[in-house]
């Protein structure tokens, strides 16, 4: 880069940034198109489901315009703290200044877990192998695999920065910033990898059925 380039740098950034963020104020709010409930699947292989409700405190503060919480595992009696694997989704219409989605990366180490590893893997899919993320949490004794990732406007992303910067770009230029956050976690009662491939296997069935949902 010259040193002509280089001066004007900063104020060419600030004015990107000016330029978005007054995107983000004039956008618009996108409905999904079929419920959450309907699109993601009940029954996953052998496993039936039930579905959990979010307090009405934890909505306001997550903010998600829709959200799907559901537990799967085996036998009638499923509980939020007895099952096989959780998938959480949550479904933003519009995101402003104030009302984004939290990374997870912020919420996981809460309530006592720790995160003893985090990285990020390539999962398989129908539409083709999407990255997301991997935590391996561990509160005592209690030890839980996290998958998650970040889906809307046509894109799978687990990369922090590149959503943030996909979002200020699509607010601006497009006028859309939904999006949903999808979080995949199975507790380790085996080994991690059992976990891990479990957790591979629903967040590879759950792209394409949360997509069936999300705005084209």
């Known amino acids: 880069m010259s040193g002509l380039n280089r001066a004007w740098?900063?104020?060419?950034?600030?004015?990107?940034?000016?330029?978005?963020?007054?995107?983000?104020?004039?956008?618009?709010?996108?409905?999904?198109?079929?419920?959450?409930?309907?699109?993601?699947?009940?029954?996953?292989?052998?496993?039936?489901?039930?579905?959990?409700k979010v307090s009405e405190e934890e909505q306001q503060v997550a903010g998600m315009s829709d959200y799907l919480m559901r537990v799967y595992g085996a036998g009638d009696k499923l509980t939020a703290t007895s099952y096989a694997f959780s998938l959480y989704v949550g479904y933003y219409q519009s995101q402003t200044q104030g009302k984004t989605i939290h990374s997870p990366k912020n919420c996981l180490p809460g309530a006592g877990w720790e995160a003893l590893t985090n990285e990020r893997v390539a999962i398989a899919t129908p539409q083709g192998p999407v990255t997301v993320n991997r935590y391996l949490l561990q509160n005592k004794d209690r030890r839980a695999l996290v998958l998650y990732w970040y889906q809307g406007r046509g894109?799978?992303?687990?990369?922090?920065?590149?959503?943030?910067?996909d979002l200020l770009r699509d607010s601006a230029l497009r006028g859309r910033s939904d999006e949903a956050l999808v979080r995949v976690i199975v507790p380790v009662t085996g080994s991690e990898k059992e976990a891990f491939q479990l957790a591979s296997r629903v967040a590879g069935s759950m792209v394409p059925a949360v997509d069936r949902s999300l705005p084209s």
Do not use: M
Request: glycine share 8%; hydrophobic share 45%.
């Open 9 to 52: 740098a900063p104020a060419i950034v600030l004015g990107l940034g000016v330029v978005f963020t007054l995107g983000i104020d004039r956008q618009r709010t996108l409905p999904l198109r079929t419920p959450l409930e309907t699109a993601v699947p009940a029954q996953f292989a052998s496993y039936g489901s039930q579905d959990v």
């Open 155 to 165: 894109r799978v992303e687990a990369n922090e920065y590149r959503v943030k910067w």
